[in-house]
RNA sequence: UCUAUCAGCCGGGUUAUCGGGUAUUACGCAAGUAGUAUCAGGAAAGUCCGGACAGCAAAGGGCAACACACCGGUUAAUGGCCGGUUUUGUUAUGGUUGGUGGUAACACUAACUAUGGCGGAAAGAAAGUGCCACAGAAAAUUACCACCCCCAACUUGUUGGGGGCCAGGGUGAAAACGUGAGGUAAGAGCUCACGGGUUUUUGCAGUAAUGCAUUAAUUGGGUAAACCUUGUGUGCUGUAAUGCCACGUAUAUCAGCGUUUGAGGGCGGCUCGUUCAACCCCCAACUAGUUGGGGGGCGCUGAAGGGUAGGCAGCAAGAUUGUAACAGUAAUGUUGCAGCCAGAUAAAUGAUAACCUCUCCCAAUUUUUUGGGAUGACAGAAUCCGGCUUACAGGCUGAUAGAUUUU
RNA sequence: GUAGAUAUGGAUUAGUGGUUAAAUCAGUGGGAUGUCUCCCCACCAACGCCGGUUCGAAUCCGGUUAUCUACC
């Protein structure tokens, strides 16, 4: 008999640090599943222990978006997927005991639907469970 | 009723499930959980103007630069807005005159004029300088051709010299006020009559721009979104301002200059003037203070580098919003009543579904209704206001004009 | 958020308000050559857009669209 599931996503699972991102972007690993870019790392930092969560952020170009509207709407409709599906990612780290942080930027140029956006961050979950996984057989 | 233009207003709603920001209350050591309230626009956009607010320690004058420019009002302020004036474009209606058709009534058409609607423009070209391609004799007061007169020569209708001089020389976007008469050797605002334009005097109306009448002078091409002249106005930097706290580094390095005969800085860019500005130690000489030298300290400028890039305030009650009355032609103002309405910072205000609603299409159907499908504009606060500009599916209201129908 | 610059053929640049907007490369056609280049000749093709000032605008003025740059 399964707990009913809550699918939250609030301040604290948000990559809000400038420093902490220029580390991601300089020391992190990327794969792309097209429309989206995927850059993510293992979090060695001494945190408190609260805060030892699945950390999240969400971009669009400024280049392929001119509208601040469109670009609003696409982080939207990014963080709504997410929201929705990240449970099972959190879980594998909590397991693994690692803490991630993903970053997603969309490289697309035109406005996507919601459909596909859904579908397509099922495979990114699943590959970045696969990494978790990985990770974890190697350091053993 | 339809169409067009202008002005103003609105610019999807309800329910369910899942979620987010801010404030606050309760529980909890804390993470957090639960409850309550609230959460985007007319343009939040462009950043084209004007302010509020903050910093630049502390008066200014002149010049330059930039902006504006009919008059009055409005406002915190503006280059905005409102009302008026002149002029111009367009449109409608009426009138006068001419032409064409018609026996006539009348119709069509052109010019002028009056009134109304809807727009555009606005200091000075009579202070000076420059420019005006091509064409044209000439593009601004000068010449040339032609015309006329006088003199000389001889091949007797040409040549040469002197004078008159802007009426003709048809081009151009633009040609030296227009028409008629007189006048003359030929002509010319040279003179006269009528008419037009510009400046001006006086009177009347108006706060004024200006209008009407009148007096005198004059007939001066365009361009100031060419330089310019006149008048008026304007400090610069922007909430990444600014103040405070925390963390961290290098109270370090190099070069130049200065320490009262003053480096450098402020007062807008320049300049004048004015003002601020570091006043310590050692040594030597001589009149217990001054002079000279050296080193350091201190100050200023530049170079190369090191560190941080977190938090709080600023920051949400205001030139505030709605509404009513009053004043005003209006923009706008005054007063009363009611309300509190986003404050993020890798940046909340969302996603999905159903129904309703709007528009369009298809089918059935007598208007109407039913069923199915598609679609829902422009666009997202970032210190805050007042304007302007630009984008915008669709709808509503009013005014004006036109067309059609009925009376 | 603030400030600034630019826009001319397919590409890179010229261009005092005055003919049909100039040049190089590229493209097309022809000549030359046994053939291809080089070379010669011709053609094609542009003032970002909308208004205004002016007799006349790529140029001057205003608005607008796009692109680019700088700033703690």
Do not use: H
């Not at 809550?6 to 794969?31: A, H, M």
């Amino acid at each position: 008999m399964e707990q009913q599931q809550r699918y939250t996503l609030g301040k604290n699972n948000k990559l809000k640090s400038t420093k902490v991102i220029e580390q991601l972007f300089k020391q992190g690993k990327s794969f792309s599943i097209f429309p989206f870019r995927i850059i993510y790392l293992f979090n060695e930092n001494e945190l408190p222990e609260s805060e030892n969560k699945l950390q999240t952020a969400f971009s669009v170009s400024k280049k392929y978006f001119k509208k601040a509207t469109d670009r609003n709407r696409v982080k939207r409709l990014m963080r709504e997927a997410w929201r929705l599906q990240k449970n099972r990612l959190e879980e594998k780290n909590k397991a693994t005991g690692k803490n991630m942080m993903v970053f997603l930027i969309y490289t697309g140029n035109e406005l996507p639907e919601y459909d596909v956006i859904f579908e397509k961050t099922v495979t990114i979950i699943k590959r970045l469970i696969k990494i978790c996984d990985e990770a974890t057989v190697t350091n053993m």
